[in-house]
């Protein structure tokens, strides 16, 4: 498998590119809003991007939809959970070659966050980062955040988090690190706690030291 984590701009935004070895077909994962690196990135593996995948609809991450691939009107390249485009569901799979690409539903950042799970990797989005958890917008969003997290931390331990932007003190990590560093996951049994948390994110972060 070719996996590449891209520094794509906005607000210390990633990129990814996947790719099988064997017929050298890509999915682009959020080619946002800066997209030199990752145009150079394709360039330089050589590879055809059959699919560009967004983890949500915002703008930092879907910018750079139309810069890959062809147009939508020649269908050369299958644009998921991008607006009016075609959406994946919870559970569903697409193939890549020898690679699976598995859609995990994580709304609470927003109604159409997903996870993308490659064998030991997860691309998390605005869902989960090193050491945090995407924002939200509310309690009834921070309900559905809570309870889209509770689904990613039964992944198996060694699963690779790579997230959708550098905000934590390494650009990826693990599952089990973040069961064990996450405040926010460390949570996950009671959503009252989560709830203040996330309400007074900003005093916890000054007295904990956290950037």
Known sequence: MIFKQIESGGDRNYAYLIASEETMEAALIDPSPDPLKVINMVKEE?????????THSHYDHSAGNDKFGGT??????IFINCGDDTVIKDGETLELGELILEFIHTPGHTEDSICIKVEDK????????????GGTYGEEDSKTEFESLKKLILLPPDTEVWPGHN??????????????????IKRLNDFSEFLWLKQNWPKYKLEHGIK
Do not use: Q
């Not at 590879?47 to 967004?54: H, L, Q, R, S, T």
């Not at 997860?122 to 958890?133: A, E, I, N, R, Y």
């Not at 089990?176 to 926010?184: I, Q, S, T, V, W």
């Open 46 to 54: 050589k590879v055809e991007i059959k699919y560009i995948v967004n």
């Open 72 to 77: 939508k009107k020649d269908k050369s390249t």
């Open 122 to 133: 997860l691309v998390t989005g605005d869902t989960l980062f090193v050491g945090k958890v």
């Open 167 to 184: 905000y934590g003190e390494t650009p990826s990590s693990t599952i089990k690190f973040e069961l064990a560093n996450n405040p926010f």
